[in-house]
Structure formats: C-alpha cells, structure tokens
C-alpha cells in the first residue's frame, strides 16, 4: 500500500484531473 500512495504523490501532475474527475463523480453520487 506504501508504494501505490508513494508513486501516487510522485504522480501527483498526472493525477490531478484524474482526482477532480472521481471527485465530481463521488460528489454527483452522493447528491
């Protein structure tokens, strides 16, 4: 689990639009 959350902060750059996507997906879930 350590190297997954590591190579996701490393990532981070990548990973923003990725994370707003899921974000706005849990959030539309939700509401």
Known sequence: ???TLTKKVS???GF???E??????IIAILA
């Open 1 to 3: 689990m350590l190297n």
């Open 11 to 13: 990532n981070r750059k």
């Open 16 to 18: 923003t639009l990725i």
């Open 20 to 25: 707003l996507i899921v974000v706005i997906a």
